[in-house]
C-alpha cells in the first residue's frame, strides 16, 4: 500500500466517517437479523417463569413450551386494565398473579400462584435484574421462593393484607410471613412491598371479594370481551363498504 | 507448532509475570463486583478473553491505517460494537448466559485492561502476536477473579458455584457453631483480597526486583 498521510484532516475525518458507517450497518443488520429470535427467548423465559411459580422447575425448552400450552391460560380484563394467568393443574384451578416491584439496584419481578381459593399460596417465583448475587440475588433461588407456599395473603377477615418479610423466627400481627434473606434487608423488603402494591391492584378490583361475587364480576368481564369482539366484527364490513 | 519467544511471552507473560490485575493493577472494578460468587466471576473472565482477544486482532489488523490523533476513539469504537454483538448473539443463541451475566456484559466496556492491551500492544504488533496477547491478559484476569471468588464465596455463603460446601446443620440457626463472615460478601472484602494475592505473588517473584 502507498504510503499515506494517515494524520492529515481529511483523511481522519473521512477514516471515522466510515468507521462509524460499516459499524452502524453491522450492528443494525445484525440486530435485526437476531430480534425474532431474542424476542422468542424472552417469551419461552416468561413462560419458565410462570411454571416455575407453580413448581415446575428446571424443564428443557420444548418441554415448557409443551406444559404451558397444556396448562396456563393468559386472562385479560380490559375494564379493570388486569390481567393474570389461570392454571389447570390434573383438575385443580391454580390462580398466578404478575407482581413488579423495586429491589436495590433495579428492578424486580415475579409470579405468585394461588389455590382455586386466592388466598393460599401455591408456589412462587421471583427474579431481578441487578441485585447483588448471594445478597439479593438470593431471592431468585428455590430455598427463598419455597417458603411462600402454603402462606395466606388474605387475613381473618379475607382483607387483603400481603406478607410480612422478616428476619428469621420473627412473626408478624394479623399476617403470614416468611424470612428475609440476611444482608439484603432493601432487597427483602422490595420483594414485601411489590407482593402489597402489585396484588392491591387485584384487590381493588373486586378481585379477591366473596367468592360468588368474583364468579359474577369475571363472568361479567369475560362479557365484555366477548361483546367488545362482535362490535368489532360489526364495525368491519360497514368500513369496507364505504 | 514452534513459537517464537516473543509470541510465547505475549501469551505467558500475562497469565504471571505481567498479569494485569495483579501487576498491572488493571480491571479492579470488575473484580470487585462480580466476585462475590464464583460462577459470574468465571463467565465474565470468559467474555473479557473472547473480547480483548477479538478486538486485539480487529486493531492490529487496522492498526497501519488508524489516524493517531483519533486512534482511542477508534479503539472505543471497535470495543462498544464487538461488546454489542456479543451481547446480542449470546441473547439470540444462548439466553441462560446473558441473563446470568446480566449488567457485566455492559461493564467489559469499562474494563481498563481492553483499552491497555489495545493501545500498549496491539497498536504495534501483528494480528497473531496480539491473539495470543488477549487470551494471555484475558486468562490473567480470569485466574486472579476465581482465586479471589473461590475465598468469598466460600466463606461469604457457604457454597462454591452455587453447591453448598458448608452443611447446613453447621449454622447456628440450625443449631450449629458456624456462620458466614458477612464481610466476605462487602464489596470492600474483594479490595483486601486482591491484595493479598499481590502480597503472595510479588514474595514469590522477589528475585525479579
Redesign the interface.
Known sequence: MAKMNTNSNVYTIAYATVLVIIVALLLAVVANALLPRQEANVALDTKKQILASLNERNLGNAVSEQTYNEQVTEVTCEKCGLSWYEANLDGEKKYILPVKGAGLWGGIWGYIALNADRNTIYGAYFDHSSETPGLGGEIKTEKFQSQFAGKHILDAEGQFVGLAILKAGQSAEGQDAVDAISGATITSKGVQTMILTSIQAYAAAGWFGQAEVAVEEELEWHQAEKVEEEVIENVEPELTEE | MALSEKTREAFLGPLNKNNPVVVQVLGICSALA?T??LK?ALVMGIAVTIIVALANVVISALR???????RI??QL??VA?LV??VS??L???V?DVS?AL??YIGLIITNCILMGRLEAYAMSNGPWDSLLDGLGNGFGYMWVLAVVAFVR?LF??GSLMGLRIIPESWYV?NGGFYENC?MM?MPAMALILVACVIWVHRSLNKEDK
Not at chain 2, 497501519?64 to 483519533?70: A, E, G
Request: charged share 10%; proline share 6%; aromatic share 10%.
Open positions: 462480580v462475590v460468587q459470574p497501519n491505517t488508524i489516524p493517531s490523533r483519533i476513539i477508534v469504537v471497535v460494537a454489542t454483538l446480542a448473539f441473547k439470540a443463541f439466553y441473563v446480566s449488567v464465596e461469604g455463603s440457626a458477612g460478601v
